[in-house]
């Protein structure tokens, strides 16, 4: 199965990795990051979480041939503070998210993520969840299906395609992504069709809905700076502008220096905010990446310290 870790250099750079380190991957997907993690760290631990059985199965196996020194957790990243408190686990020296959908899950023709190819409509990232991409075409009220699309898909003919996909599923339900496709085809007409490609958008947006992707980003972040040791760090790969957003504004809010010291020569510890930023602008692909692997192209990594000790910590929201 062929995976390409994306960023890999960099996030391996930033991270800071120490040889006796406790680290986070919270996107486990097919070990692509953990495993290189995992080299870098004989005396220390890894934790990972993934929704994804097939993934977990895979990743195991490939951690397995490292070392030992690691749990992965089959949870949504979303409860990552209490999945590591049940393991007696409060800070940690770093955190990775790599966010989206990995390559052999579009690759895969059961998960449904691929426009490409007539497969089933699904997109669960855990297969464990009941509601599903069909799910959503085949009940969300046409309102809903404009919101989603026009919110999470940034497509500027979401109510066209919501009303289309209204009247096809009064006759028949839709149940794989080609007949998805077709009635996106039909909604805004050839020609916007092969110009704009909107069905790339309308799945995006299936699939955030569907796992509740924005939502759980929103959550997560501010659980995961709590976790940091001073000096810890997370990195953030993102794929598309509305995750970078969330990223962007949450690290931004942490980080900002209270306006009372502001221009200070030197400001006083107890007025440090949390974390700092590694770099004010996301880290993107190399050339040679890019040509290694064309699905790094949208990649954007943003990474953050800690600088703050816990006891000096005070609630920040």
Known sequence: MKHYPVLKAEVLEFLNLKSDGVYVDATLGYAGHSKEILKRIPNGYLYAFDQDKEAILYADQILK???????????????????????????????????????????????????????????????????????????????????????????????????????????????????????????VGANYFYKTHPERKIFQAIRIQVNEELNVLKQVLPDAISLLKKEGRIAVITFHSLEDRIVKKIFSEYSKVDEMVKGLPSIPEQYLPLIKLIHSKPFLASEQELKENTRSKSAKLRVIERIKEHDEEKEQK
């Open 65 to 187: 041939s490292v070392n030992s020194n690691y749990e992965i957790i089959h949870s949504n990243f979303v409860n990552i503070k209490e999945e590591l408190q049940k393991r007696n686990v409060t800070h940690v020296d770093g955190i990775l998210f790599d966010l989206g959908v990995s390559s052999p899950q579009i690759d895969t023709p059961s998960r449904g993520f691929s426009f490409m190819r007539d497969e089933l409509l699904d997109m669960r990232m855990n297969q464990e969840q009941t509601f599903s991409a069909k799910t959503l075409v085949n009940s969300y009220s046409e309102e809903e299906l404009t919101k989603i699309f026009f919110q999470y898909g940034e497509e500027k003919r979401s109510k066209f395609i919501a009303k289309k996909i209204i009247e096809t599923r009064k006759q028949k339900e839709i149940a794989t992504t080609l007949e998805l496709v077709d009635v996106i085809q039909q909604a």
